[in-house]
């Protein structure tokens, strides 16, 4: 028997987005900006500074297409295990990005919304955000949410606090603590409806959720990209919206054309 030789498509062709199933809540862990830095003899923090850049780039981007929220992984309560200087770098990057970015996101529309511990954040850094949240709040298109000084666990642990306070008040009894007691005592409460992100994209190829939104990724789709987040374009969060587009969302049913229905 002779087969032909099935040639092999090696292209980089790209899967086409559709604009029209732009997903609700897409999620970012933004990785690798350090590694791309050391890439080319810079200091960790120029990727840092760069990322900020790209920041800019995706949020208009995602706001043009459509998206309702876009999350981003900005900073983990982990993160302060890193060298003091870096953590004093990335601590001023709030500042230096909406003092030059907030008349865009007026523009834009676009609100912004952060979750995260806060008030453990150094003063100037917390008046930035503030600041920020208050100059975009009747704004009505795309909320931009950072994620800063965020960790999924210590978030869990609040929630279950808060809800532990209300049961030892005589408030709520344990029976009725459901789903939406959860998702009203998480970070993520204001977002509403949209609150569980259907993508989560992590860039510079580790795959790993870092303790990110471990309950509100239940039934997100991941896309793991290879590119550094300071690398990201555009056209590289279109591809990664395409990735997501390609797959076959189910949530435990099963998918249409596998019905035994004829
Ligand atoms: C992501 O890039 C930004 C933050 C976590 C603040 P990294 O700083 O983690 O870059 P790598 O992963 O070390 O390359
Ligand atoms: C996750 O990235 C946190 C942010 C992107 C802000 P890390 O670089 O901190 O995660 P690990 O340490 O590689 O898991
Ligand atoms: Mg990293």
């Known amino acids: ?130 600041d920020a949240i208050a100059q975009t709040a009747n704004n009505t298109g795309m909320v931009l949410n950072f994620a800063l000084n965020y960790g999924g666990r210590a978030e869990i642990v609040t929630g279950v606090q808060q809800i532990a306070a209300q049961v030892a008040a005589g408030e709520l009894q344990p029976e009725e603590i459901n789903d939406a007691t959860i998702d009203a005592a998480l970070m993520t409460a204001p977002l509403g409806e949209f609150a569980d992100p259907d993508v989560l994209i992590r860039t510079s190829g580790e795959m790993r959720l870092s303790n990110f939104l471990l309950w509100q990724l239940a039934y997100a789709e991941f896309v793991f990209i290879d590119e550094h987040w300071p690398e990201v374009t555009p056209a590289v969060f279109e591809k990664a919206l395409a990735m997501y587009q390609a797959r076959d969302r189910r949530f435990g049913g099963i998918a249409e054309n596998q019905s035994d229905k004829k």
């Open 1 to 130: 028997m002779f087969f032909k030789k099935q040639k092999t498509v090696v292209t980089d062709q790209l899967p086409q987005l559709d604009k029209t199933r732009i997903p609700n809540h897409v999620a970012v862990i933004m990785d690798g900006n350090g590694r791309w830095a050391k890439r080319q003899n810079l200091p960790r923090v120029a990727g840092h500074q760069r990322g900020m850049e790209v920041v800019k780039d995706i949020t208009k981007a995602a706001s043009d297409l459509g998206v309702k929220v876009l999350t981003l992984y900005a900073f983990s309560t982990e993160n302060w295990k890193r060298p003091e200087t870096e953590v004093g770098f990335l601590m001023k990057l709030p500042g230096k990005f909406f003092d030059t970015f907030v008349p865009e996101l007026i523009e834009k529309n676009v609100r912004v919304n952060v979750m995260g511990y806060i008030d453990q954040l150094p003063a100037d850094t917390q008046r930035a955000v503030n």
